[in-house]
């Protein structure tokens, strides 16, 4: 079969860093038999531009029928006065709601070749290949009511609601349980069980489930505030970690500072039935847009995300994966990551990991 893709290249450095990927897209295509086909459509703050609405139907037409979503970035300063509902970062809301996309998968593995980049001692961050399992249609984000209101003595109010149903949690879960046992087979739940009762039964309903279908997988619990202490006094404890959408919102940006760059971690964001979007954690850098100093990596990991949960092509999602820790090992660097050295600009970046793909 040929596998349709809808490439969403968005805002800021988002159209520079997709642009590679599309590169390796073709050589896999074009060298390596991957069936594969693509369609781009506007998305985020320059979809608003050109159609009035940050995620306009034809690019959500385009999104439900592909196998897989790749997406860039959105937002940017340039948007920021829009009103919340046409605001760029409503699209990624309107993705995941219209798609189903309840499971985002963020991975933080440290590159020996990078370890003086990380904030910590290289020694802390010696060996780290953490995933966070982030559930991504419910929680706060999502939980009604919530808004601002004015209240009769002059002051306002505002109100944002922590949401989760039992099913909702067992979903999440299972897909923690299940790439487990692909790793290590150890998931690690974050909560906030002492204080919020919302939590407690998070707590309650990962534990039923982990006894009940998962026995072979280790099960901890952890705070998560002291999870945010764990990441940075010794994080190598850690392989999966599942959590509510805010906690995983921000332990997982947390994680990939450990790495050295936010620009080389990829992310994936999954339905029920294994359609899911891809796409670099580290956003639009509209500080950097246009300049040629963006960092590819993370989106062509992202790819390689890709060919592994949504077209079940392992084999060459492990080819991207290494042609990315071939460029790395043999001393290339775009200057998020060069420190005091030479550094290579976007396009050069992602020659180099064709190059490493073809050899």
């Keep these: 079969?040929?596998?349709?893709?809808?490439?969403?290249?968005?805002?800021?450095?988002?159209?520079?860093?997709?642009?590679?990927?599309?590169?390796?897209?073709?050589?896999?295509?074009?060298?390596?038999?991957?069936?594969v086909g693509w369609e781009q459509a506007p998305v985020g703050g320059s979809a608003y531009d050109d159609t009035?609405?940050?995620?306009?139907?034809?690019?959500?037409?385009?999104?439900?029928?592909?196998?897989?979503?790749?997406?860039?970035?959105?937002?940017?300063?340039?948007?920021?006065?829009?009103?919340h509902s046409v605001r760029?970062?409503?699209?990624?809301?309107?993705?995941?709601?219209?798609?189903?996309?309840?499971?985002?998968?963020?991975?933080?593995?440290?590159?020996?070749?990078?370890?003086?980049?990380?904030?910590?001692?290289?020694?802390?961050?010696?060996?780290?290949?953490?995933?966070?399992?982030?559930?991504?249609?419910?929680?706060?984000?999502?939980?009604?009511?919530?808004?601002?209101?004015?209240?009769?003595?002059?002051r306002r109010r505002g109100v944002n609601t922590l949401v989760y149903t039992s099913d909702e949690i067992e979903r999440i879960g299972r897909v923690a349980f299940d790439i487990a046992r692909k790793r290590s087979g150890r998931v690690c739940s974050v909560d906030k069980a002492n204080v919020l009762?919302?939590?407690?039964?998070?707590?309650?309903?990962?534990?039923?489930?982990?006894?009940?279908?998962?026995?072979?997988?280790?099960l901890s619990h952890m705070y998560v505030d002291n999870a945010a202490m764990q990441l940075v006094r010794a994080p190598s404890q850690f392989d999966v970690m599942v959590t509510t959408n805010m906690f995983g919102d921000i332990l997982s940006d947390e994680a990939s500072m450990l790495t050295g760059s936010i620009g080389l971690l990829p992310s994936a964001s999954l339905n029920q039935e294994g359609a899911g979007m891809y796409e670099p954690i580290h956003g639009s850098a509209p500080d950097i847009a246009g300049t040629g100093q963006a960092n590819p990596l993370a989106t062509i990991l992202s790819v390689a995300m890709m060919l592994r949960y949504s077209l079940d092509q392992g084999e060459i999602a492990d080819r991207v994966e290494a042609a990315v820790e071939r460029v790395l090992a043999d001393g290339w660097r775009t200057p998020d990551i060069a420190g005091n050295g030479e550094a290579v600009g976007t396009a050069e970046m992602g020659d180099a990991v064709i190059a490493a793909l073809r050899g």
């Design 52 to 83: 009035g609405h940050p995620l306009p139907g034809p690019t959500l037409d385009l999104a439900r029928s592909a196998d897989a979503v790749l997406l860039g970035a959105v937002g940017g300063p340039k948007w920021e006065a829009l009103d």
């Design 88 to 154: 760029p970062e409503r699209a990624l809301l309107g993705l995941r709601k219209e798609l189903g996309l309840f499971a985002n998968l963020r991975p933080a593995k440290a590159f020996p070749e990078l370890a003086e980049a990380s904030a910590l001692r290289p020694e802390v961050v010696a060996g780290i290949d953490i995933m966070v399992v982030r559930e991504l249609t419910g929680g706060i984000y999502f939980g009604e009511p919530s808004g601002v209101e004015e209240l009769a003595d002059g």
């Design 197 to 218: 009762e919302a939590t407690e039964m998070w707590r309650e309903v990962i534990t039923a489930l982990g006894e009940r279908d998962y026995p072979d997988v280790a």
């Design 1 to 35: 079969m040929t596998y349709k893709l809808a490439i969403l290249p968005g805002d800021g450095i988002g159209p520079e860093i997709v642009a590679e990927a599309v590169k390796v897209l073709t050589a896999l295509r074009d060298d390596f038999g991957l069936e």
